[in-house]
């Protein structure tokens, strides 16, 4: 509890989080996922959660979701950025290196939408833009 309690501590003033509201709405929250029968985490809440009704808590598990939770995402991307821009391609602009870092870095998610065939077919009509 002392954990979430530094989180909301860090993020309130960001956020506009009020304390007050948000530990009210973690209570209906609680209650209501008891007397429904649901185990109390952070996915059946996400899954009962309304952002109209619980603001504050919404706000707060949407940025809980997102942040990393160790270094080692930081890390990784360090290490793909090494790996992209080697001092032969030193002079590749800043926006061709980003993209190319994400799909690096994301490549899991990329996996299925980016395809040989789309790069061949785009990659000659780069060449002369």
Known sequence: MENA?????NYKNILKIDTFS???????MKN???LKGHEINIDNIMQ???KEYYPNLY????????LPVSSSSCERSFSAMRRIKTWLR???IQDRFSNLSVIHIEN????????????LCKFPRSMFL
């Open 32 to 34: 209501m996922l008891q």
């Open 5 to 9: 309690q530094d989180f909301v501590d």
């Open 48 to 50: 009962h959660i309304k």
């Open 108 to 119: 899991e998610i990329v996996k299925n939408k980016i395809t040989a065939e789309k790069v």
């Open 59 to 66: 706000k707060l598990l949407q940025i809980s979701r997102i």
């Open 90 to 92: 030193a002079t590749m």
């Open 22 to 28: 948000l530990n009210a709405e973690a209570v209906v």
